[in-house]
T-cell receptor, first 111, second 117 residues
Framework: AQSVTQPDIHITVSEGASLELRCNYS??????LFWYVQSPGQGLQLLLK??????LVQGIKGFEAEFKRSQSSFNLRKPSVHWSDAAEYFC?????????FGAGTRLTVKP | DAEITQSPRHKITETGRQVTLACHQT?????MFWYRQDLGHGLRLIHY???????NKGEVSDGYSVSRSNTEDLPLTLESAASSQTSVYFC????????????????FGPGTRLTVL
């Protein structure tokens, strides 16, 4: 079965700084990849997804992610973080029948 | 607007009791899912359904059951609640698509926080 690793449990960045959240996956075929964001007390919201095609994917709220097959990675980036980006971020990989989520990375934004 | 709702939002119960968590979606999605979220584990799939009368076990299905009698609802039942089932439960749904994608963007409900004492 597919699996996802998010190596960073907690990241703190200053407002206005750039952000990169790491995601590594394991899957034998071409994966379907997703990034979700969860604000406190809320459900998950899709930021972006990759199924095929251009390996650089643009999402909502100014986020982007790059699929690198050689590194089995799908890292999430944002050039300038806003205080409202503080949340938990989940990477997910779709296999044949279901999706597996990483353990999440909590983002704290310093003023 | 279409949405997915869960009820109750908070539930406290005792060990051994049967508990049912409701999930209702108005997206008219064929696919529905139940996850539990625990610190350090992210979301883990409990059960899922690809249509009416279809149910499948996920990676942590022991102690849980679901039934799908219509498109809109997928209730999750804990037959005999255990303290290890204290968690936040999320329901999600997605559109059926062609090809390999039973995998598609999932829309999540707001969650149910369950405490088993």
């Amino acid at each position: 079965a597919q699996s996802v690793t998010q190596p960073d449990i907690h990241i703190t960045v200053s407002e206005g700084a750039s952000l990169e959240l790491r995601c590594n996956y394991s899957y034998g075929a071409t994966p379907y990849l997703f990034w979700y964001v969860q604000s406190p007390g809320q459900g998950l919201q899709l930021l972006l997804k990759y199924f095929s095609g251009d390996t650089l994917v643009q999402g909502i709220k100014g986020f982007e992610a790059e699929f690198k097959r050689s590194q089995s990675s799908f890292n999430l980036r944002k050039p300038s973080v806003h205080w409202s980006d503080a949340a938990e971020y989940f990477c997910a990989v779709g296999g044949q029948n279901d999706m597996r989520f990483g353990a999440g990375t909590r983002l704290t934004v310093k003023p | 607007d279409a949405e997915i709702t869960q009820s109750p939002r908070h539930k406290i119960t005792e060990t051994g009791r049967q508990v049912t968590l409701a999930c209702h979606q108005t997206w008219n999605h064929n696919n529905m899912f139940w996850y539990r979220q625990d610190l350090g584990h992210g979301l883990r799939l409990i059960h899922y359904s690809y249509g009416v009368h279809d149910t499948n076990k996920g990676e942590v299905s022991d102690g849980y059951s679901v039934s799908r009698s219509n498109t809109e609802d997928l209730p999750l039942t804990l037959e005999s609640a255990a303290s290890s089932q204290t968690s936040v439960y999320f329901c999600a749904s997605s559109e059926r698509t062609s090809g390999r994608a039973r995998i598609n963007e999932q829309f999540f409900g707001p969650g149910t926080r369950l405490t088993v004492l």
